[in-house]
């Protein structure tokens, strides 16, 4: 008869046991627990949060509870090139605006303008002209013939340039050697009559050219050397005898 009380007694205990266990009355985890339902006032046991009214480690998930991942960053757009010397053109567009949400890609620079011309090489002289240049370029041809001469050929080896101002009679006469086939003469400003010839070694005339009517002004140049506004004609000296 005692065996049979003990029985029972240990019967009972092992109910006692399985009634204040740790899992719930469905055999799942228990409430406080990982993958068990939340406390009532949304908690849970340890280092668990409650999420969805359920406990969860949320040590392995990304940023807070309930908290939206953090936006990208919007990369910088390119700069604009730039222009050439000279003056400064006009500055280049605005780039496009930053889009919101995930953060989109800026929009490029604008370019910087076109550079003016105005920064372009200097001219061979920018010095407004003080004196003309009458520069003459001579060839020999037979009054006969009509045949291309040298200066040997013609008998000659110098050249005479006799120029007379339209206002006056002063004739100033500039030589230079007929070898050379062109030469300056520097003058005022003005209207001028010139002639070209070629003389022999005592200075004699073998032959002139038709005479030149020039109007030498410092606005309108052929090109501007040493100040001085250059005018360029050619010529040809018709020698007498060939």
């Not at 910088?76 to 919101?100: C, F, K, L, T």
């Not at 303008?113 to 407004?128: C, H, R, W």
Request: charged letters at 15%.
């Amino acid at each position: 008869m005692k065996s049979v009380w003990v029985s029972a007694g240990v019967a009972l205990a092992l109910v006692v046991l399985v009634s204040c266990g740790d899992s719930t009355d469905n055999g799942g985890p228990a409430q406080g627990a990982e993958r068990g339902a939340c406390y009532g006032n949304h908690t849970c046991n340890d280092e668990l949060s409650c999420i969805s009214d359920l406990c969860v480690d949320a040590s392995g998930i990304g940023g807070a509870d309930n908290s939206g991942g953090a936006g990208g960053t919007s990369s910088a757009g390119r700069g604009g090139s730039s222009g050439s010397s000279g003056r400064s053109g006009n500055s280049g567009g605005v780039g496009g605006a930053v889009g919101g949400g995930g953060g989109g890609e800026a929009g490029l620079s604008g370019s910087a303008g076109d550079a003016s011309s105005d920064g372009g090489a200097a001219g061979a002289s920018s010095a407004e002209p003080t004196k003309a240049a009458l520069h003459i370029t001579w060839s020999l041809e037979g009054a006969d013939s009509h045949n291309p001469l040298t200066c040997t050929a013609a008998g000659g080896s110098t050249i005479s340039i006799l120029t007379t101002p339209n206002a006056g009679s002063d004739v100033a006469e500039d030589l230079f050697d007929c070898s050379v086939g062109q030469g300056s003469v520097v003058l005022d400003f003005g209207a001028y009559s010139a002639v070209t010839s070629l003389l022999n070694q005592q200075m004699q005339t073998l032959g002139d050219s038709s005479q030149l009517k020039v109007n030498l002004t410092g606005s309108v140049c052929d090109q501007i050397v040493s100040g001085h506004c250059v005018h360029d004609f050619a010529v040809k000296v018709l020698i007498d005898g060939k």
